[in-house]
């Protein structure tokens, strides 16, 4: 089937930029996104590209090209499904946080509200494609959804997960390692329907690179991807605490092993921790899957990884404690960074929130400053906690415009998120404008040892024994 008219549920940091590079790559398609929320697809449509809802290097770019032409952005839901012959879903999936599986399991809601409309919008067969990250057998529930509420029209179910990396998702998106589309591979319908979302992907992507599995190979293999990448961070984390007893560097120990073929180099840099929206709560759900299989073993083996990181946030905000000579309270901390990583502003699961949360049960007080993450933004991640009062949040940590005021008069400055330009900043000036010993805690190694010793920092940095 050649697919002419393509709508997306959810416009977020996947539907957004996977939609956009669809739209761009695909002149001859019209894709629509459509989202509940009214705020968002208004910044969508907005003409200050600056303030595109997703921040990712190159995407304002695509939407200036494409938006208007053959990309559109809307919150009429009903008309899009109605119009589209493929529908991908991309809503949102957290983990629960009530009832059965609460803190463990995904959410499924927004997905059955999405199927439930599709069933009762729909007058002619669809396609729906997975394309936010599901546990695996979602499909068999999808389905068993849109037959028994639809109006008797025929809807073929693909899984379509999404690999792109947030900060470089552009690039990920026109040069994907793979696409994966799972399938039903029974029947002649389902595979005809696979064939159609593959003729899209090979307007831009070598056929080779477009891999076809049934639906539950699909499915797993987004969680199984999610898990493995975790772990190689928890993995590097947990040999970062060695280093610091034993006087090794972890920056060393991970080239010398990432140039083994059979290891790789990516994904070894230590840190503060890994976020975003996705590690965390992709391996809860697929610990809560082994689990639900009785398979204890294994779900304890995957929640290890969860278990790393929480610790590596934790030892990073006990050993700025200890180094402040046990107290950090009614001190100034700096923060550099509040993003999950660089080139993005998503904060969902950063590790800057928790370590910020330890701090302030201290009773520092925190100056952050991040260059693409709003104010009200680290305001609702703190108050998502429940910690303390909104009030004494506001109190106890302000948002800054620039790097020098976030670190003026501080005792000690903490980096958070690897953003590049930290390392073209005068930190002679920096120094000078602080309290004396003047430290500095690297959370993410971006730092030169020898120039921040030379200006005269006592400085941290994670991984690194003396
Ligand atoms: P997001 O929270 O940025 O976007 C989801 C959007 O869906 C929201 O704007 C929400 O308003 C909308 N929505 C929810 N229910 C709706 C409904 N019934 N009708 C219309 N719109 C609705 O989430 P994000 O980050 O885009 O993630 C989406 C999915 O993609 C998740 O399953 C996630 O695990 C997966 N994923 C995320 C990646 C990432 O880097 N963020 C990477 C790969 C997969």
Redesign the pocket.
């Known amino acids: 089937m050649n697919i002419k008219n393509i709508c997306c549920?959810?416009?977020?940091?996947?539907?957004g930029p996977t939609m956009a590079v669809i739209a761009k790559q695909c002149p001859n398609i019209k894709v629509t996104i459509?989202?509940?929320?009214e705020a968002?697809i208004a910044a969508w449509n907005s003409n200050n590209f600056d303030a595109l809802p997703v921040f990712e290097p190159g995407l304002a770019e695509i939407v200036k090209e494409t938006r208007g032409r053959n990309l559109f952005f809307s919150t009429d839901?009903n008309k899009a499904i109605d119009e589209a012959e493929m529908i991908f879903i991309?809503?949102?999936?957290p983990t629960k946080t009530y009832g059965k599986g609460k803190g463990m399991a995904a959410d499924l809601k927004?997905i059955e509200?999405?199927a439930r409309q599709i069933a009762q919008v729909a007058k002619e067969d669809k396609i729906v494609v997975e394309?936010?990250?599901l546990p695996v057998r979602t499909a068999s529930a999808i389905k068993s959804i849109l037959d028994n509420t639809g109006n008797g029209v025929q809807f073929q179910i693909l899984s379509n997960p999404?690999f792109?990396a947030?900060g470089t998702a552009v690039q990920d998106l026109l040069f994907p390692d793979r696409v994966l589309i799972g399938g039903d591979t029974a029947t002649n319908e389902g595979q005809k329907a696979v064939q159609s979302l593959v003729e899209i992907y090979t307007n831009w992507i070598p056929k080779a690179q477009v891999l076809t599995t049934n639906l539950w190979s699909s499915e797993l293999s987004k969680l199984t991807a999610n898990a493995f990448l975790a772990q190689r961070v928890s993995s590097i984390n947990a040999m970062s605490e060695i280093c610091e007893k034993t006087g090794a560097d972890v920056r060393e120990v991970s080239k010398a092993i990432g140039m083994d073929s059979r290891i790789g180099s990516k994904f070894l840099n230590a840190s503060v921790g890994f976020g975003?929206?996705?590690f965390q709560k992709d391996i809860l759900n697929l610990v809560y899957i082994a689990k639900s299989y009785g398979l204890d073993e294994v779900a304890d083996y995957w929640e290890q990884v969860i278990i790393m990181n929480e610790h590596q946030k934790n030892r990073f905000s006990d050993n700025i404690v200890k180094t402040l000579y046990n107290t950090v309270s009614g001190k100034n901390i700096a923060f550099l960074g509040w993003a999950f990583k660089k080139d993005t502003n998503d904060t969902r699961e950063s590790p800057a929130i928790k370590v910020a949360d330890n701090l302030l049960n201290e009773q520092a007080l925190i100056s952050v400053f991040d260059p693409k993450v709003v104010e009200e933004r680290i305001y609702a991640d703190l108050e998502y906690l429940n910690s303390r009062d909104p009030q004494e949040n506001r109190t106890l940590l302000s948002v800054k415009k620039d790097q020098y005021q976030a670190c003026h008069n501080v005792h000690a400055v903490a980096i958070l998120t690897e953003w590049d330009v930290f390392k073209t900043y005068d930190w002679q000036k920096i120094y000078n404008g602080m309290q004396k010993p003047a430290f500095i805690f690297d959370g993410r190694g971006v730092l030169d040892k020898t120039l921040m010793e030379t200006i005269g920092f006592t400085y941290y940095k994670i991984g690194s024994g003396n």
């Open positions: 549920i959810g416009a977020g940091y996947v539907g459509v989202d509940i929320n968002r839901v991309s809503v949102n999936t927004y509200l999405c394309k936010s990250t999404e792109l947030e975003g929206s996705c």
